[in-house]
């Protein structure tokens, strides 16, 4: 198990090399199903680094914060938390264009999540059985916005949150949660900002092709994970794996894993890691498919909470 290191090290975390993946608006692979889960997430996070070094220190300002909310107890006393959820729907094509109970699965199946109402939930190993976590979080949609483009895919440079770049600017960023549902491209399925970032840019990108689990989603992503993953980011959470070999997610109770895991890995999975521990890669933050994820742990559930405590990146959504 991992201990949560201190804000110092998270200005080596951010600035470390990742590939990038399909920054460009336009791509050819627009069309091309994933068949493997690919998040850009943390390839936005060090763009947004590079391109604003000041941000650096505010992440760790972020994880100092975040740190001792833990440590103080703040994030295991916040009760249920509600959050507003605006849907803002961009499409060239009518099966882009998804309809309303799509929406809705999606907002259910994050209900269902977060609340450790899933039905997959009774399956986390018993190894894992002491740390998986109800973190208490409630979705409710607040409205859906509708746009149509001549854009066949949208990339990952946040174009599709600006009306001014034919996208859709975000509703009441600082009190309702934005999901962006549009063509991504590049095998892409989706993409959060992490607390700290622009409100202007801040929310949740997800591909139409896996949002929901009714009309065009697709498996093997059509369960709503892809979103539960990038809310998980929007909460503050990192990839389980620590997005480097071995690495760290700042949570103390995830093992330590090797790397991302794939498909649906079988259990016991090992990771070459110091100690090779038993991999968590049924937890939300893997890169697994939609059916073999199904938990979030307690040190995961109390650092996505203590966003929301009162000084908190998020406190404004309480």
Request: glycine share 8%; aromatic share 8%.
């Amino acid at each position: 198990m991992k201990k949560i290191l201190l804000a110092v090290s998270i200005l080596t975390l951010v600035f470390s090399c990742s590939k990038e993946e399909n920054t460009n608006p336009e791509n050819s692979q627009a069309n091309t199903l994933a068949k493997e889960r690919h998040c850009a997430s943390h390839d936005v996070l060090e763009m947004q680094l590079k391109e604003d070094p000041g941000f650096a220190q505010k992440i760790a300002d972020i994880e100092s914060f975040t740190e001792n909310a833990i440590l103080q107890g703040k994030a295991a006393n916040m009760g249920t938390i509600t959050i507003p959820v605006v849907v803002n729907v961009l499409y060239r094509t009518s099966s882009e264009n998804i309809s309303q109970s799509q929406i809705q699965s999606q907002i259910d199946a994050l209900n269902k999540d977060f609340n450790a109402a899933n039905n997959d939930f009774n399956q986390v190993p018993a190894i894992f059985s002491g740390v998986k976590a109800n973190v208490g979080v409630t979705f409710v949609l607040d409205a859906v916005k509708r746009k149509q483009t001549s854009k066949s895919s949208w990339g990952t440079r946040d174009a599709m949150k600006k009306t001014k770049r034919g996208g859709i600017n975000p509703t009441s960023p600082n009190t309702k949660l934005n999901i962006w549902v549009c063509t991504i491209g590049g095998g892409i399925l989706g993409y959060a900002q992490f607390p700290g970032g622009s409100s202007s840019t801040d929310g949740v990108v997800i591909d139409s092709r896996y949002f929901g689990t009714t009309g065009t989603a697709t498996a093997p992503f059509n369960k709503g994970r892809t979103a539960t993953h990038e809310v998980g980011h929007w909460m503050n959470l990192r990839h389980i794996w620590g997005d480097t070999n071995c690495g760290n997610d700042f949570v103390i109770d995830t093992p330590t894993h090797n790397t991302a895991n794939y498909g649906c890995p079988s259990y016991p999975h090992y990771s070459t890691c110091s100690g090779n521990p038993v991999e968590m890669t049924m937890n939300y933050m893997d890169y697994t498919d939609d059916a073999c994820m199904y938990m979030f742990s307690e040190g995961q559930k109390n650092r996505m909470l203590a966003v929301f405590a009162p000084g908190g990146p998020r406190a404004s959504f309480n």
